[in-house]
């Protein structure tokens, strides 16, 4: 096969395996499971047992350079907790909800679900069965592949708007034909000392702590690496943090005005004319427009909606303007506010108008390694394709990722409009308890299915609620896989440290024998490293030579718009319709949608709805990450649940006070739509007294199985309904109004 890409190799002192001190090292990647979106480079120890008994970081990999988190230097716990699914099961299902599961070969548990998959598709066609997971993991690619190699279209996340990365990356395509990320030397195996590489002058942090969150490929300390080399932060975020303290300007914005005080800040770069003229001339379409755009919005409105203070505002665009270099590191927070595409817009023209993109320390591309999304997406006949869910009512669909539309995914289940949805597959997803909105919406839309099977490592609410079969997955020491797609700008391979506890079998090889019951064609490997291989040949890698030299990186080039190296004629520019960044988009007026950047007042907010004001008089913001916890994972580990015991509301000492309420209360937090429990988290000046912050993805493992472990008096989920942004990506996770009450004896 022709292959013209150019890799730079990581220089290893010791083979992937090598025995140190009586115990065998093997060097590996951390992703999933447990949950992370990394591929830290990691050393596991074992001992002479086969036992996992440690994990190092690898001082050699470039990426994190030996550094880790809590939640893998504590993965043996993670790896054997007595938690673990050990075998198949299957419950009947008339016992939806009752812990009454039967142990099942894996035999009769793959018969039984081809069977079932085989009978669905010939019945009520293959679009029938939704197939889902939950956030990206390297799991994911055989997901994908058993949706598409059955036939069916709707392969997707559960998670209202697709509200994470999916509105940032599908808004990026449209308007610039591809993804941007922060330039932190990630794509460059000598890092901070390649040559080509300056360091960012400052970095925009808006909605997103990169510190604990580790999100999409992005390792957090990065971020310090790069404020030790000297770079600013500007940070947007309703509340203070370490970094926020350390930041130029922390502006504490009110829950959801992202948009609004993004077009300010844009309006002061444009009218006090610190944008970079030439590479707005040059390379971006629609700046009048833009320009006129955000001069409809007056700045001190924008002040007295968005809580942040003009000169604040002010302070913040000049210091990014002037910056020789400035990138954005953006979080979930902005695909979290409804109208997720006007925010990006917003967002993104900061470091579009002012030049920074594809230059050192401004905003990189950001590639993948081998085939990641899509990988099977050609079986799947055209009329099938054309039957995805959401295509018709949400026409941006079409643009980019094949996922569907999960808001129109729930009423499809509940009115079998346009067709009936008969089947769910679940992989890598709790939904009820953390990425569905309303799980009770959600719950009875899903007991009308005929079928439920999930896969997981641990039994969850959600399976405990509705699954009929469970099959038990592998976590990353005990299997091969592969690093590829993410920000993850390198290959490199996850290499299997242990042998598999209990029945457990890996993701991929789950999939492998479904696939072949299901479309044998499609699945012609014997095994999963044959499948593996098939993935990594296609960068002129063998899976054997890419884990001896990876992580391998392949070059990357700046001004790619100056090289002719984005459009298929080989012209210079972006690859858009005009050629060109497109300030004023064209791909969403074609599509029905504004071409520019606007904001939309929450609904519920105290703007929208002020007559709510009164009995929900507090603004609330979910999710923020913590340290030990990765969504609803880990409450099963007792070190990490330590670290972080209990559910938690965060609240300013006045608003403590003015309740009548005190630290460390278990409260109800009550929205219009429903209401959680959380304990009251008293914190200093970090937080505004008339915002609440609380975390998500809650349910005592402890707790009683048919009782759902309380999940549903700890869902935060409650108050938000399926309801998405206008391109139907985007929905309110981080922003509603609510009111804190205390638990009542008993309850
Ligand atoms: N209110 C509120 N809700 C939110 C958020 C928020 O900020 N606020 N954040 C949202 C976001 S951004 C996301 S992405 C979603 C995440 O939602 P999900 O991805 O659904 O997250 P989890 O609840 O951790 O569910 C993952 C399940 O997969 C299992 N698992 C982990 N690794 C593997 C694996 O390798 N194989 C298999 N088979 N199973 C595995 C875990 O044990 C767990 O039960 O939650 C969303 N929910
Ligand atoms: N430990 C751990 N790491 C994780 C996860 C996890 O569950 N645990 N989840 C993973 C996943 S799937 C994702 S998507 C990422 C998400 O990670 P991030 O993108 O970092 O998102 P959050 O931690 O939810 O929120 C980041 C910051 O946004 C602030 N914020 C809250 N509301 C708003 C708002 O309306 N506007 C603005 N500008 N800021 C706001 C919060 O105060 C918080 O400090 O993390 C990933 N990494
Ligand atoms: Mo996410």
Redesign the pocket.
């Known amino acids: 096969m022709e292959n013209q890409r150019e890799f730079i190799e990581t220089k290893h002192e010791k083979p992937w395996r090598y025995e140190e001190d009586g115990l065998t090292v093997t060097r590996s990647a951390a992703w ?4 992370c979106h990394e591929g830290c480079g990691v050393l596991m120890y074992t001992d002479a047992q086969g036992k996992l008994v440690k994990v190092e970081g690898d001082p050699e990999d470039p990426y994190n350079q030996g550094r880790l988190c809590v939640r893998c230097l504590d993965l043996p716990e993670v790896v054997y907790s007595k938690d673990r699914l050990m075998y198949p099961m299957r419950r009947d299902k008339a016992l939806r909800g009752k812990d009454a599961w039967e142990r099942i070969s894996w035999e009769e548990a793959i018969d039984e679900i081809g069977d079932k998959l085989q009978e669905t598709a010939r019945e009520f066609g293959p679009e029938s069965v939704v197939f889902l997971q ?2 990206g ?1 390297d ?1 994911q690619t055989p997901i994908g592949r058993l949706a598409w190699t059955y036939g069916s279209p709707n392969y997707g996340c559960p ?1 209202s708007g697709i ?2 990365y999916m509105p940032r990356i599908a808004m990026c395509a449209s308007t610039t034909g591809s993804m941007w990320i922060s330039d932190c030397s990630q794509q460059f195996q000598d890092r901070y000392d390649n040559p080509d590489y300056e360091v960012p002058e400052v970095m925009i942090v808006w909605g997103n702590y990169p510190i604990k969150s580790n999100a999409d490929g992005f390792f957090g300390h990065w971020v310090i690496d790069l404020m030790k080399r000297g770079t600013k932060i500007v940070m947007a975020d309703p509340r203070m943090t370490w970094l926020g303290k350390r930041a130029e300007v922390n502006m504490a914005l009110r829950p959801g005005t992202d948009a609004l005080l993004a077009i300010g800040m844009l309006q002061v770069i444009i009218n006090e004319d610190i944008y970079d003229h030439d590479f707005v001339e040059n390379w971006c379409y629609g700046f009048d427009e833009l320009k006129a755009r955000v001069n409809e919005y007056d700045l001190d409105d924008i002040a007295t909606r968005t809580w942040v203070p003009v000169e604040q505002i002010k302070r913040a665009a000049r210091i990014v303007a002037n910056a020789k270099s400035a990138c954005l590191q953006w979080g ?1 927070a902005v695909d ?1 506010t409804k109208e997720s595409f006007p925010a990006g817009q917003a967002l993104m023209a900061f470091v579009e108008i002012t030049g920074n993109i594809d230059v050192p320390g401004g905003m990189m591309s950001m590639p993948t390694f081998a085939l990641s999304i899509g990988f099977g997406l050609e079986h799947l006949p055209e009329e099938q394709a054309k039957k995805r869910l959401g295509l018709d009512r949400y026409p941006v669909y079409g643009f980019g990722y094949p996922m569907m539309q999960p808001d129109v995914m729930i009423e499809a289940m509940e009115t079998a409009k346009p067709y009936e949805i008969r089947g769910l597959w679940l ?5 009820a ?3 569905g909105a309303d799980p009770k919406r959600f719950m009875a839309a899903a007991g009308k299915m005929d079928f439920i099977y999930s ?4 039994m ?1 609410p959600t399976i405990m609620a509705l699954a009929d079969i469970v099959l038990p ?1 592998l976590t990353f020491p005990e299997r091969n896989g592969l690093m590829q797609n993410s920000g993850a700008q390198r290959g490199i391979t996850i290499n299997k440290a242990i042998e598999s506890l209990g029945e457990c079998k890996s ?1 991929y090889e789950i999939n492998l024998l479904i696939g072949k019951k299901v479309n044998p064609e499609a699945w012609p490997w014997e095994t999963v490293e044959d499948m593996l291989e098939a993935i990594v040949g296609t960068t002129g890698y063998t899976f054997d030579r890419l884990r001896n030299v990876g992580p391998a990186y392949e070059k990357y080039t700046y001004r790619k718009h100056e090289l002719g190296l984005w459009r298929p004629d080989g012209t210079p520019g972006f690859n858009t319709p005009t050629g060109k960044i497109e300030l004023y988009s064209t791909a969403f007026e074609a599509c029905g949608l504004d071409p520019l950047p606007y904001f939309d007042e929450p609904d519920p907010g105290p703007v929208a709805n002020p007559d709510l004001l009164e009995e929900y008089p507090l603004v609330m913001t ?2 923020a990450r913590n340290w030990s916890l ?4 880990h409450r099963q580990i007792p070190r990490l649940r330590a670290m972080h015991p209990d559910p938690i509301v965060q609240m300013h000492p006045d608003a403590v006070e003015r309740y009548g309420l005190h630290n460390g209360d278990w409260v109800w937090v009550e929205a219009p739509m429903g209401r959680f429990k959380r304990r009251i988290q008293a914190t200093r000046e970090i937080i505004d007294p008339r915002v609440v912050s609380t975390d ?2 809650w349910w005592f493992p402890e707790a009683d199985p048919e009782n759902l472990y309380d999940m549903m008096d700890l869902n ?2 409650n108050c ?1 309904g399926w309801v998405p942004g206008k391109s139907g990506f985007g929905a309110n ?2 922003t509603n109004l609510v009111k804190v009450y205390r638990v009542a004896e008993g309850e």
């Open positions: 999933t499971a447990p949950g939950g956030t993991r799991v998670q509200a994470c979930v979290m992989q890598t997803t709790n939904t308890t953390c990425m896969v997981d490592l641990y969850t997955a993701d979910t999710g990765f969504h609803s994972e998500h993805g935060s989920n938000f996770y981080k």
